[in-house]
């Protein structure tokens, strides 16, 4: 019923910037929160950001406040995610969830739908 598509990764050199776009279809996309996640090898998938529907509440890990901002744009039905300042910790698979829900939540378990990841490298 919904899809979602991660877009923006690649390599880059740690202190730079990328920006990561997540493209939502489908009968419920409009009225949801939405998050990011990451995936490095070896580990669990872990929080990276959120957003409600209205776009006016956002939660963030510790490790990214101050760096990232997620941000989404309903009428394009899509959800971004700005990464400033990169730091080769940051290297992962990002990948971007929706829950049947309009609230921000930093809970794995909370988000249905799963993208399939778009990988981001950080080199030294």
């Known amino acids: 019923q919904v899809q979602l598509v991660e877009s923006g990764g690649g390599l880059v050199q740690a202190g730079g910037s990328l920006r990561l776009s997540c493209a939502a279809s489908?009968?419920?996309?409009?009225?949801?929160?939405m998050g990011w996640f990451r995936q490095a090898p070896g580990k669990e998938r872990e929080f990276v950001a959120s957003?409600?529907?209205?776009?006016?509440?956002?939660y963030y890990a510790d490790s990214v406040k101050g760096r990232f901002t997620a941000s989404r744009d309903n009428d394009k039905n899509l959800m971004y995610l700005q990464m400033n300042n990169l730091k080769t910790e940051d290297t992962a698979v990002y990948y971007c969830a929706t829950r049947p829900s309009p609230m921000a939540s930093s809970n794995r378990e909370h988000y249905e739908y799963w993208g399939l990841g778009t990988q981001v490298t950080v080199s030294s």
């Open positions: 957003i409600n529907w209205g776009g006016d509440t956002t």
């Open positions: 489908g009968r419920t996309v409009f009225v949801n929160g």
